[in-house]
């Protein structure tokens, strides 16, 4: 069992940064692969970034590739979402989710545990 917490989301106007953080409970956090997805109104919710349980293998979004960056700390169960260049299209809720396969996927319905979500908010 995994439990997920999400925190760092915010207000920030366009061409700013935030940096979202994914703290896990559990011994077994070096064992999952991690994903962030996130769902903004009306729509249905989507990938963002995941990355391997080594760190060695990521995956994003063409929506956020060059813009965000996906890393992790096994030491200290928490992974991070660092988002640069924002964007009023990146408004959204921010979930971070759990898997336990063996490669990075990327369709939520594959993930097992998944945290409260935390809303970034990107103004014009």
């Known amino acids: 069992q995994v439990q997920l917490v999400e925190s760092g989301g915010g207000l920030v106007q366009a061409g700013g940064s935030l940096r979202l953080s994914c703290a896990a409970s559990g011994r077994t956090f070096r064992s999952y692969i991690m994903g962030w997805f996130r769902q903004a109104p009306g729509k249905e919710r989507e990938f963002v970034a995941a990355?391997?349980?080594?760190?060695?293998?990521?995956d994003y979004a063409d929506s956020v590739k060059g813009r965000f960056t996906i890393s992790r700390d096994n030491a200290k169960n928490t992974v991070f979402l660092q988002m640069n260049s924002l964007k009023v299209e990146d408004t959204a809720v921010y979930y971070c989710?759990?898997?336990?396969?063996?490669?990075?996927?990327?369709?939520?319905?594959?993930?097992?545990?998944w945290g409260q979500g935390t809303q970034v908010t990107v103004s014009s």
């Open positions: 989710a759990a898997d336990l396969g063996v490669v990075v996927r990327t369709t939520p319905y594959e993930y097992d545990y």
């Open positions: 990355i391997s349980w080594s760190g060695a293998s990521t």
